[in-house]
């Protein structure tokens, strides 16, 4: 059956199946909203306060930050697949403890070990997608992780409020979504039986005969001999005798070369940029944001209809991100992003100062659908594609999991501080993500080099030689989507002439 299918399209069906663990993060960052708003479970946790609510919220995002540094060394001691599986494992624990919570300590327990396991996928299912894409469609590969999220916030958002209408006042209201989110696990825990080991994995460890088969399984259906294939493997082999040495001491390469910190300070930003935006503001007290703009009987379904907005939007990334590249979806996402959210911030001060229509309130709605939209084409899925592929092969693991990090960070300071924010400067909140898409806009354009198209293999020296300031380099290469993959085949192909030429002599 595999040998049957084009390669292409057996990566991006291995890339799919990790990309349930992003489903994982989907689902539990959208269920949320439903689980607080539920009658039964705030007397279950038996609290209403704004800071309890806030890190039962919140401990899902900062047990991801702690579990994001182990899992780079996982990934690199164990391998990505044996690390992919740990976390499905850990997860499964955590929804059960969640499940059957009987208080706000044992809720916020399983959300903070679930949490490990988000922060270890968040680490692993891009690093793995990008290590066996293509590099024309590296950057589809990697933004799956984006669309398997808005899968899974989509599925917890019709879950929940399925539930809400069903079962309102009960324990099957929040137990139920709660106890769907273990589902998706299953495929991550199966993951160590069913898909190819990374290749460039196998050539850190010293195994280059598993490497080019792996390679080969992947991209020419087994044909080891391929010349796409053979060239794929003779620059990843020369790449990494350059890169052994620092596969033993990455921390301090990291630190201590110029290049790889810039690398690692950008992904950092872009991690840090993306929650600035506010679309966990969003996400997770969708109740309290709908409701304060006329529409608390239907907050809950008004956030579901979002999520399937958001659903289409990272479909379409998925289907174009390679043919736009990165820098523009950066760059115009966040000044849309900003605008959108300018003229929702003008709309919910009208009801916070004691007017607000009917139409001002449709008109809030349809900025933050407008807002989703743009996030879920242009901004989130970039904050998983463009930091693990700028990374060379002896630090990604490492890197990845610094810059991972910083999205659980920001993530979890969103979720703790958001409540208290509405409670105490309401509207004026928006105005924080109004300026900082703004920022980041400018940031992007100044700052970030286009990598569509290109090897894995050769972002170090783009990075070293690409000046600072992106718009004063004029010398940079324009590199199409297809270019890389035809320059290898020419190359494989000329590699086996002169093997056939040298064998004759």
């Known amino acids: 059956m595999v040998g049957q299918l084009s390669p292409k399209l057996y990566t991006f069906l291995c890339a799919v199946f990790v990309a349930s663990g992003a489903g994982l993060f989907g689902y539990d960052l959208g269920v949320i909203a439903y689980v607080l708003a539920a009658p039964d479970f705030v007397k279950t946790v038996d609290t209403t306060n704004a800071n309890y609510i806030g890190f039962i919220t919140s401990s899902l995002l900062l047990g991801a930050f702690v579990g994001t540094i182990p899992a780079s060394y996982a990934a690199d001691a164990l391998s990505r697949r044996v690390a992919l599986t740990i976390a499905g494992c850990i997860f499964i624990v955590g929804g059960v403890i969640q499940t059957s919570t009987q208080n706000k300590e044992q809720m916020m327990a399983g959300r903070f070990i679930a949490g490990l396991a988000i922060g270890q996928l968040g680490v692993l299912v891009p690093l793995y997608q990008s290590e066996i894409a293509h590099p024309s469609n590296r950057g589809q590969l990697t933004a799956l992780f984006q669309l398997s999220l808005g899968i899974g916030a989509f599925v917890a958002g019709w879950i929940g409020y399925g539930c809400q209408q069903g079962a309102m006042g009960t324990q099957i209201q929040w137990r139920v979504p709660l106890a769907f989110q273990m589902l998706p696990a299953i495929p991550i825990v199966l993951c160590l039986f069913v898909l190819p080991e990374s290749p460039r994995w196998l050539m850190i460890k010293g195994r280059p005969e598993e490497a080019l088969a792996s390679l080969a399984r992947l991209h020419s259906r087994g044909n080891i001999n391929d010349r796409l294939v053979q060239a794929e493997f003779a620059t990843i082999s ?44 969003i996400q997770y007290y969708a109740n309290t944001v709908y409701s304060s703009v006329g529409f608390a009987k239907n907050a809950l379904l008004i956030n579901s209809l979002n999520n399937v907005n958001g659903l289409a939007a990272e479909a379409l990334c998925v289907l174009f991100l390679d043919r736009v590249g990165r820098r523009p979806p950066l760059i115009y996402g966040n000044l849309a992003a900003s605008v959108a959210f300018a003229v929702a911030t003008a709309m919910a001060k009208q009801f916070a100062t004691g007017g607000g229509t009917k139409g001002e309130g449709y008109a809030f709605v349809v900025m933050i659908f407008i807002y989703n939209f743009v996030f879920s084409f242009c901004i989130g899925p970039l904050s998983w594609v463009y930091p693990v592929e700028i990374m060379n092969t002896a630090v990604r693991a490492k890197a990845t999991g610094i810059t991972t990090s910083a999205s659980w960070l920001a993530n979890f300071m969103i979720g703790q501080v958001t409540p208290k924010a509405f409670d105490s400067i309401g509207w004026k909140y928006y105005l924080v993500f109004t300026i900082c898409s703004m920022t980041n806009a400018i940031f992007f354009y100044l700052f970030f080099p286009e990598t569509r198209g290109r090897t894995l293999e050769e972002m170090d020296e783009l990075f ?20 890389r993959e035809e320059q290898l085949a020419i190359a494989g192909e000329l590699k086996q002439e002169v093997e056939v030429q040298h064998e004759k002599l």
Not at 258 to 265: H, I, M, P, T, Y
Request: aromatic content about 8%; glycine content about 6%; proline content about 2%.
């Open 238 to 281: 020369a790449k990494l005798d350059e890169e052994q040495e620092m596969a033993s001491r990455a921390w301090t390469v990291i630190f201590r070369d110029g290049a790889n910190l810039r690398k690692v300070f950008y992904g950092v930003v872009l991690q840090f940029s993306v929650q600035m935006t506010g679309v966990s503001a």
């Open 464 to 483: 070293r030689t690409m000046k600072l300031i992106v718009p004063l380099d004029k010398s940079a290469e324009r590199v199409g989507k297809h270019s």
